[in-house]
C-alpha cells in the first residue's frame, strides 16, 4: 500500500521479493509487481455534489464538553455523505480543528454537525482552500435527510 503525496489517494498494489542482496553500500531488495494497481476509498460513502452556502464556526472538545465560538465564518459546500463533506473557503484554517457547520437544506430544512478537518487543500488560482471534514456528531434525522439526497 501506498499514496501520493499531492492527491491524498491511497493505492495498493501486489508485490513480491525476486532477489535479496549484500553489498557493500547496504542490503538491496529487488522487488516485482503485477499491473493491477487498486485505489483504496477512505471514504464510507461516496460523496454527492452538493453547491448550498453554509456557516461555520471553530468547535473546541475538552473533558467531553463542546464548545462552539461566536465568531461565524462563511463557506459553501462542494460536496457531502452521511459521514463528511468538502466545504470550500478563503480561511486558512488548521487541519485537525473541529468545526461546527449550519445550513439550510434546499427545502428550507435547518442542519448543522460538528466535524473534524481531515484534510485542507489550497488552490492557488482561485485563492480558496478546500477542507475534507469528517462528521462526528450529527443528529440521526439530518444524517437521514443527507442520505435521502442519494435517491
Known amino acids: 500500500k501506498f499514496s501520493s503525496k499531492s492527491s491524498h489517494i491511497g493505492y495498493k498494489v501486489e508485490v513480491r521479493f525476486l532477489r535479496y542482496e549484500v553489498t557493500n553500500d547496504g542490503n538491496k531488495f529487488l522487488v516485482a509487481h503485477n499491473n493491477n494497481i487498486q485505489t ?11 453547491s448550498l452556502d453554509c456557516d461555520f ?3 473546541t472538545i475538552k473533558d467531553k464538553k463542546i ?3 461566536e465568531k461565524v465564518h462563511k463557506g459553501k ?12 473557503t478563503n480561511l486558512p484554517i488548521k487541519e485537525r480543528q473541529h ?6 437544506f434546499s427545502d428550507g430544512t435547518p442542519g448543522k454537525f460538528l466535524g473534524i478537518i481531515k ?12 477542507f475534507h471534514i469528517m462528521i462526528e456528531k450529527i443528529d440521526l434525522k439530518i444524517k437521514n435527510k443527507i442520505s435521502e439526497m442519494y435517491f
Open 99 to 104: 468545526i461546527y457547520i449550519e445550513f439550510t
Open 77 to 88: 459546500f462542494e460536496n457531502i455523505s452521511p459521514h463528511g463533506c468538502c466545504i470550500i
Open 67 to 69: 464548545s462552539i465560538s
Open 119 to 130: 484534510h485542507r487543500e489550497f488552490s492557488k488560482n482561485e485563492d480558496i482552500f478546500k
Open 40 to 50: 483504496i476509498h477512505r471514504r464510507r460513502e461516496r460523496r454527492i455534489p452538493y
Open 57 to 59: 464556526r471553530a468547535a
